[in-house]
């Protein structure tokens, strides 16, 4: 089965396509350039360059292939969650390619996307599993006990993680996206030289809280401004350690609860290779296996949307024209 996949749900336009599984084409137009200056997304300024972009991406991502429009048997968009000017986009090229050429269409969640992407090389998860879906927008951990079936078993009660990055970095002036700035600002810097608090909660609910965090450090900056570059790479470093520590607890707790002893870990974050490590190790500790995808397939990228997309189309699940953006979608 031939799958295209287009991806417009946040900054990064992105088509790619599938064949069996394989990838045969994967292209991703960052617009890190475009929101670089505001430390953050700018929904309108997104949209547009989407519209801008989408049509040469999808027609290079097709061309790579070696395929054209009538050759395929099937698109798989992102329907949502994300910025609902944003995912209009491809959902509209999707529809129109796929009205016209009579081609089945599916929608996928984004999150159900970074999921499959842990099924694009090996070692592929094998089920149950647990996915720890980190990104800019999401940060959750889902039981996934067969193909297509999750269940919410925590979340984030405020920031993403990718966010809370995204905003430190921002604090520090150290630029957009926040997380590979401050991964590489961190190598230089001591984990533990400064004590963050790690949000706890009550109820020992394997929730995650990032805002109590980065408001802290935010205070911290504030007190000891100006910061020296030692000191700036011990923040990193101290700040990347306490997210990375919640993340890695709270899941390891889950899975413990639930009795499922292996480890999806994915989404923009999961490219930060001090989680990687974190995770390798817990899991080691426990004799968890543990996967995630190589790091261009852990930021957005349209494989994922095509991988996730052709499964639902070989269960014979289509969409309609109806098929319309939502900026929350639960996975769940
Ligand atoms: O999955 P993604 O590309 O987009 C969303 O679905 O949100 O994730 C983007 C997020 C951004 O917040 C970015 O700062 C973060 O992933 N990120 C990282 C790293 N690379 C990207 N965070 C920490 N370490 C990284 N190396
Ligand atoms: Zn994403």
């Known amino acids: 089965m031939i799958v295209l996949g287009i991806e417009t749900s946040c900054d990064e336009t992105a088509a790619a396509v599938l064949a069996d599984g394989a990838i045969r084409s994967n292209v991703v137009m ?107 927008g999401h940060t959750a951990v889902y039981a996934c006990p067969a193909p297509l079936e999750y269940a919410l078993v925590g979340r984030t009660r405020d920031d993403a993680a990718g966010e809370a990055f ?15 700035a401050i991964e590489r600002v961190a190598r230089d810097g001591d984990p533990q030289a400064i004590a963050f608090p790690m949000a706890q909660f009550q109820d020992q609910a394997p929730d995650f809280s990032f805002s109590g965090l980065k408001t802290a450090v935010s205070q911290f900056v504030r007190r000891h401004a100006p910061l020296s570059p030692v000191v700036v790479a011990d923040v990193c470093a101290s700040f990347q350690a306490t997210v990375v520590k919640m993340l890695v607890r709270r899941t390891i707790r889950a899975g413990v609860r639930l009795g499922i002893r292996q480890v999806l870990l994915t989404g923009g974050v999961a490219a ?45 699940e289509r969409a309609d024209l109806t098929l319309n953006a939502r900026a929350t979608l639960p996975l769940a």
């Open 166 to 180: 995204d905003k430190v970095s921002k604090l520090l002036g150290l630029g957009y996206p926040g997380g590979p």
């Open 272 to 316: 930060n290779r001090a989680l990687r490590d974190a995770l390798a190790l817990a899991c080691a500790e426990r004799g968890y296996a543990w996967s995630a995808p190589s790091l261009r397939f852990c930021t957005d990228n349209a494989a994922m949307i095509a991988a996730a997309g052709a499964a639902r189309l070989a269960r014979g």
């Open 30 to 136: 960052s617009q890190d350039a475009i929101h670089g200056r505001y430390g953050g997304v700018v929904p309108e300024l997104a949209s547009r360059r989407h519209l801008e972009v989408v049509l040469p991406v999808v027609r290079r991502a097709l061309d790579e292939a070696e395929v054209g429009l009538a050759g395929l048997d099937g698109i798989a968009v992102t329907a949502g969650p994300g910025l609902v000017g944003s995912l209009l986009v491809g959902l509209s090229v999707a529809k129109g390619f796929a009205y016209v050429h009579g081609l089945p269409l599916v929608g996928v969640n984004h999150l159900e996307g970074h999921i499959f992407a842990g099924f694009l090389a090996e070692p592929r998860p094998s089920y149950p599993f647990l996915a720890l879906v980190v990104s800019g």
